[in-house]
């Protein structure tokens, strides 16, 4: 469409990989990364954290394939590129919504989340999760992250004995 030759094409981009990084990298700075919505006063680490990834997955949830696109790439050669892209967007972002939070219930956060996030995005690649569930999931887990928890946790079975984790 663009009435370019392939080996034009190639000279711009070192790899088919670089093109399509590249590509995905444009289609993000624009429609993913975008000026975030402002906080409300007093936003809660819950609301902060589902207002945050709400911005990130609405573009893709009325472009699955472009998701799709994105969880392949990530995963290739070029992928780093696209985790670098995401961290410089989304870090001023969430280094206000963890603001004045303890340093280590974030950094908790910091690596479960993101794990999180990548696995509904090869779920929904994979075709075991629709593109509309996504956000259900990740509303669930972050709920669970920030919500108080503390009289489920202490529950005991029947035994008396403090449940096992369950994994």
Do not use: C
């Not at 981009?13 to 624009?30: N, Y």
């Not at 956000?135 to 920030?146: A, D, K, N, Q």
């Amino acid at each position: 469409a663009a009435q370019v030759s392939q080996r034009t094409l190639y000279g711009l981009f070192s790899s088919r990989d670089d093109l399509i990084v590249t590509a995905i990298e444009r289609w993000m700075a624009t429609n993913v990364y975008r000026s975030p919505e402002e906080p409300a006063p007093g936003e809660s680490l819950y609301d902060g954290l589902m207002r945050s990834l709400r911005h990130v997955f609405e573009p893709w949830t009325r472009h699955p394939r472009l998701l799709e696109a994105y969880h392949h790439a990530r995963t290739g050669p070029e992928g780093l590129r696209l985790d670098v892209q995401g961290e410089e967007a989304l870090l001023p972002v969430l280094g206000d919504v963890f603001h004045g939070l303890d340093a280590d219930y974030v950094a908790d956060l910091a690596t479960i989340l993101p794990n999180m996030v990548f696995a509904v995005i090869a779920r929904f690649a994979h075709g075991t999760l629709d593109a509309t569930d996504i956000l259900p999931t990740l509303e669930r887990t972050v709920f669970r992250l920030t919500a108080n928890n503390e009289l489920a946790a202490a529950r005991k079975n029947p035994t008396g004995t403090p449940h096992p984790p369950p994994f």
